[in-house]
Each structure stands twice: as C-alpha cells, then as structure tokens.
C-alpha cells in the first residue's frame, strides 16, 4: 500500500479554527486507499493498484493504439510525480474521448492530491466524475479535500462545503454496494474500503466544522479515525478542537494527545492544544456527553 504525506496544515486564529493549505510534512495523514475496480479484470492485469479507482462502472473495449499508449501510461511508476502526472494529461489532451479518460482522470486526482494542487485536483474529478459517476474514492478524495483546502479568500464557500458533504455522502452510499473481485484479498478490500470511507466521513465532518455545528462534526471525525488504519493527525486535531468547542474538555485532550503522538508537522501544535484543554477543563464546567 502507498504511503503519500498529504500536504495540508491547520492554523488557530482568535475566535475560531480556519484550515489552510500550507504544506506539512505529517506522517500517518490521510493516504489515498488502494484502488479497486471488480468490472475490469483484464486491466487490472496490467494496472497499479492505485489508478484503478472503487467505481461500480466499467471501461469499454478502446482502439489498439489508445490501448497501448493507456498501458504506457499505467505502467510508468509513480516515483517521479510530475512525469506521471504530465504523461496523463497528455493522455486526455490526445484523447480526449477515450474510454480510459475516466481512469487517468482519478489518476490525476491521486496524484494534484499529493503535490496539493487543488485547483487541478478538482477539475480532473470532476472529468473523473463525468465518466464514472460512481467512482466512490474520487468522490471521497474530493469530498475531504475542498473544506481543508478553504481560506478567508475562498469564492462561494457554501456552494464549495454543499459540493464537498454531496460527494462525501454518495461515496458513503456506494462503498456498501461495491463486489469484492476475486483478485483482490478480503482484507485489501475492506482496509481500501475503511480508508475511503475515513476520508468520506472526514469530509463530512469538515464541512459540519466549517458551518461551526461542531457537535454534528465531532461523530463523523470519530469515525474517520476509527477507520482509517493510519489515522490522519489533522482529522485528531479538529476532532479534539470540535470537543473543545462543544465543552467535552477531557474528549478534547485525548483527541489532542494522539493527534500528538504521531510523528510530523501537526506534533506541536497538537501538544500546545492538549495543554490549553486541560486548562479550560479545571477552569470550566464540561458538558455532558
């Protein structure tokens, strides 16, 4: 399974929380899970585990030539991102019908995501989109990065947190309806499944923040760190600041302390913020759960 640091970084301004889009080096933050695809057998012969996107639609026969430069294409490691990255955009620039369009474009997703390039990321999911609506992970990749990737300049942030709980909610729908193919190892499945579903329900949880209804944000944060083998420091902390936010001083510091324990960028501030939570907690009366 690929590890991919994710390059987002929470700021604490007075009076709130307000995510950004500075770079952090976090080990354990969100990775993007293993690709699955059951209705393309024969592709996954040739595919690497992480383009063929968790999708309930299938890839139709291509002409010989746009088959053979679609393999070139997945067979390129990903070790040199950029490359990867330019080879697929030439790919759909050269073919922009092709019935594989669907699959470089969640590729593409997979790879703005990890040099965080938003703007990108989100015009190739949403060509991702367009040729496999059912795409659960592209779904949930852009679900979970639109609210962190949001600032005090951001234009139609609502419309933006509307399209980001729409998508995060549709790949929660689908991942229960996906068949497991038979390649694919039970425990695989259900850890790529777990991962999208984390990074879904971070999405949620996100959005939930951004509005301030931080009681509603903090289940979904819970589960996304319940699922997602290795937990996203940035997903502990707001789930710690929602506690905090909603009085449940001593949820708040647990939250904190693992955010904490996690090697990487988020290490202290998440110490900082367990410190000021035990502090609220003696000063001030904590709610009920």
């Known amino acids: 399974m690929s590890n991919k640091s994710i390059i987002l970084a929470v700021m604490v301004l007075t009076g709130g929380v307000l995510l950004g889009s500075a770079r952090v080096a976090a080990q354990g933050s969100q990775d993007a899970p293993p690709s699955l695809n059951p209705d393309k057998k024969q592709q996954q012969q040739t595919k690497p585990a992480d383009v063929t996107p968790l999708t309930l639609d299938a890839a139709p026969p291509v002409n010989a030539e746009e088959d053979a430069a679609y393999k070139a294409f997945v067979a390129m490691p990903p070790t040199d ?41 989100e015009v190739a999911g949403d060509k991702a989109l367009e040729a496999n609506p059912n795409d659960a992970q592209t779904l949930a990749i852009i679900g979970s990065t639109l609210p962190r990737a949001m600032n005090a300049s951001t234009p139609n942030p609502q419309q933006r947190l509307d399209k980001a709980e ?94 904490a324990a996690i090697p990487g960028g988020m290490q202290n501030t998440c110490k900082t913020s367990a410190e000021e939570a035990k502090k609220l907690g003696s000063t001030q009366m904590s709610a009920p759960k």
């Open 81 to 121: 991102m950029d490359k990867k990255n330019q080879s697929g955009e030439a790919f759909v620039q050269k073919y922009p019908q092709s019935r594989y369009r669907g699959d470089v474009y969640a590729w593409l997703v997979r790879g703005y995501w990890s040099q965080g390039q938003i703007d990108k990321l």
């Open 166 to 259: 729409q998508y995060s909610k549709k790949a929660l729908e689908l991942l229960p309806t996906l068949p497991k193919p038979p390649e694919i190892s039970d425990e695989n499945f259900m850890k790529a499944k777990d991962q999208t579903s984390a990074l879904a329900y971070s999405g949620l949880g996100l959005v939930a923040f951004r509005r301030k209804k931080f009681a509603e944000a903090i289940p979904d944060f819970e589960q996304a760190v319940k699922l997602d083998p290795m937990p996203d420091p940035v997903n502990f902390y707001l789930l710690g600041a929602a506690d905090q936010q909603t009085a449940h001083f001593d949820d708040a510091v647990a939250a904190f302390t693992k955010c």
